[in-house]
């Protein structure tokens, strides 16, 4: 029989701090060149983007949103991560310059504060969406010259040099603005899925089935991967392997497959 938690409910919301976003090219059947905008099955196939959020200090896979590369797809991410870091908002929040994240993150995060109204006649002015003082968003830009690159800006666009500096300071993994841990998971999950390699016959063909495989090798990487630098040990003792759930209190133990599989969705 696999084996449970040794607590009576769900550990939920993992214990995350801070979020980078990326997103991750994928295609299905054929390369979006190739479609055919006035073919019904094509609607179905081309580019399929994963758009994934990644919590650095525990790898741990966040949030998996697939789709275009769009705004939609973009808001999709962030509500997830809202909801499953129970709404928190001392965050700090790092992406590329993917212009959809900033707008996404005050549609989700943003607190509605009504405007002054003019004297006259006319109506109200809509209430403004203002960010939370103590949520932090910033974004890494990188310059490439003969496909190296020149040049890093950095950039905060939501919350002030001093916030930024308190979130880097607590945290055990980032020093600066950064993407590196989300593209890393993104290099893991080419490895583990090969439909998403680079330059091989191993695509997919179908829609459901491809973002079937993503939502499968993405989530049980949380519990079932083990990762060689978050392993532990206490003085004197052996070290302990460790997998992303692990590292964010939601595990005890390395699940193998078939545990993963079989616990139920909604446990009592």
């Known amino acids: 029989?696999?084996?449970?938690?040794?607590?009576?409910?769900?550990?939920?919301?993992?214990?995350?701090?801070?979020?980078?976003?990326?997103?991750?090219?994928?295609?299905?059947?054929?390369?979006?060149?190739?479609?055919?905008?006035?073919?019904?099955?094509?609607?179905?196939?081309?580019?399929?983007?994963?758009?994934?959020?990644?919590?650095?200090?525990?790898?741990?896979?966040?949030?998996?949103?697939?789709?275009?590369?769009?705004?939609?797809?973009?808001?999709?991410?962030?509500?997830?991560?809202?909801?499953?870091?129970?709404?928190?908002?001392?965050?700090?929040?790092?992406?590329?310059?993917?212009?959809?994240?900033?707008?996404?993150?005050?549609?989700v995060y943003g607190v509605e504060r009504p405007r002054p109204r003019r004297p006259g006649p006319g109506r109200p002015p809509k209430p403004a969406k203002v960010v939370p003082a103590d949520l932090c968003y910033a974004t890494v830009r990188k310059r490439r010259e003969k496909g190296r690159v020149a040049e890093v800006v950095r950039t905060v666009v939501f919350g002030t040099p001093r916030l930024l500096e308190a979130r880097l300071k607590r945290s055990t993994a980032s020093t600066t603005i950064n993407t590196s841990f989300v593209e890393r998971n993104n290099g893991t999950d080419r490895h583990q899925n090969a439909r998403k390699r680079r330059k091989t016959y191993a695509f997919s063909k179908d829609l459901a089935l491809h973002r079937a495989a993503s939502y499968f090798i993405g989530y049980s990487y949380n519990f079932c991967w083990a990762v060689r630098t978050l392993r532990s040990r206490a003085p004197g003792g052996p070290w302990q392997a460790r997998t992303p759930a692990m590292a964010a209190g939601l595990s005890d133990h390395v699940w193998t497959i078939e545990e993963w599989v079989a616990y139920p969705a909604k446990p009592c």
């Open 1 to 107: 029989m696999p084996r449970r938690s040794t607590t009576n409910s769900w550990p939920f919301p993992p214990r995350t701090r801070e979020v980078q976003v990326d997103e991750k090219w994928g295609f299905v059947f054929r390369k979006e060149a190739s479609c055919d905008p006035l073919d019904p099955l094509d609607r179905l196939r081309g580019d399929d983007w994963d758009h994934t959020a990644v919590d650095p200090e525990s790898r741990l896979l966040l949030a998996l949103a697939p789709g275009k590369r769009d705004g939609e797809t973009c808001s999709r991410l962030i509500r997830q991560v809202r909801d499953r870091t129970g709404g928190r908002t001392d965050l700090l929040i790092t992406s590329d310059e993917h212009a959809p994240y900033e707008t996404s993150i005050r549609e």
